[in-house]
């Protein structure tokens, strides 16, 4: 697989993973100016040395899998590297074993006039002769320099929104949930008519995706004082009692730390109108709140969570009410 990174300087960087006894992708073709970073994943060590005797010459030297190394091409021509243990230099640009080639041209044109030259088109997938291969309203070149979206994907962080349309909102075309309320930025405007931009659109206090978690108005500010919230430890840590911190509960009443994995509802017991956010509920602590509606619950978190989505709500039976849901995915 070859990553792409774009620059705004006047050359781009290409990256090619290095695996184990193979270069992806083994034949690249570049522009002068270029950069080329090899990404070593491993799990042996491997180099990207030039053979001998070219115009350009690098090595990397032997490298452990999680490195970037890379090297600035300013002249054009086919240029054959190989890896150290991996292959040998034969001299005179030659190279056997594990080898691989960069062919670098001059800066070549760019025949739709999208900000991308042709080579360039070619390493994201875009088609040079169209300005806006995906045809969501973004240049190619716009996409890769300004956004960071992909030019042949038109929606590229899948959240309904199209990368045109999001660049005219000011939401981010990459990210699903640009104020990271838990709601994504289409819900946000077709269903909820929340701002995507701010996370609490009423300012009352409580993000917009735990109002509507909570059944509450999103756009109505006065309804965030009552709810009751559930703050988790953050991180939460395996093999040790973790601490979950609870405000605006009801004063004196026995609050439960409840927990569960399988995404559905769960109706609690005399509370028929009280549903938990997921079908396998299991309690982990229960306390008073203390005459100011806090609380602070514990609960050890085994290893047979470790890797697993879980679900935490903070749950009062006695009144009927509970917390936002929080999910966290457990280390």
Do not use: K
Request: glycine share 12%; charged share 25%.
């Amino acid at each position: 697989m070859v990553l792409l990174l774009a620059s705004l300087s006047w050359g781009r960087t290409l990256d090619i993973d290095v695996v184990d006894h193979a270069y992806l992708d083994s034949d690249v073709t570049i522009e002068v100016g270029d950069e080329v970073r090899w990404f070593f994943t491993g799990p042996s060590t491997h180099s990207a040395t030039a053979a001998s005797d070219q115009a350009e010459f690098w090595d990397t030297g032997p490298q452990l899998p999680g490195v970037f190394s890379g090297h600035v091409f300013g002249t054009d021509g086919a240029f054959v590297y190989y890896s150290s243990p991996h292959g040998a230099d034969l001299g005179d640009g030659r190279a056997e074993g594990m080898v691989g080639t960069i062919r670098v041209v001059p800066p070549a044109p760019d025949s739709d006039g999208d900000g991308l030259s042709d080579v360039h088109e070619v390493w994201f997938g875009s088609d040079p002769l169209v300005g806006d291969t995906d045809g969501d309203g973004l240049a190619d070149g716009d996409e890769v320099d300004v956004w960071g979206s992909s030019p042949v994907t038109a929606d590229t962080d899948g959240d309904g929104l199209d990368d045109g349309l999001e660049s005219e909102l000011g939401t981010s075309p990459i990210s699903g949930d640009t104020d990271g309320d838990e709601l994504s930025d289409s819900d946000e405007i077709t269903i909820h008519l929340t701002d995507p931009l701010l996370a609490d659109t009423d300012l009352g206090g409580l993000d917009d995706g735990d109002e509507v978690d909570l059944m509450l108005d999103p756009l109505e500010a006065e309804d965030d004082d009552g709810p009751m919230r559930l703050f988790p430890a953050d991180p939460l840590v395996l093999g040790v009692s973790n601490p979950f911190y609870v405000d605006n509960a009801s004063p004196l009443q026995t609050v439960y730390l409840v927990a569960g994995s399988t995404p559905g509802e769960f109706a609690v017991p005399g509370c028929p109108d009280l549903l938990l956010p997921f079908s396998d509920p299991y309690v982990l602590d229960a306390t008073l709140a203390t005459p100011g509606g806090r609380a602070t619950l514990e609960s050890f978190l085994g290893l047979p969570l470790a890797g697993a989505e879980a679900f935490f709500v903070a749950v009062q039976p006695a009144v009927c009410r509970r917390s936002a849901r929080e999910l966290r995915l457990l280390e």
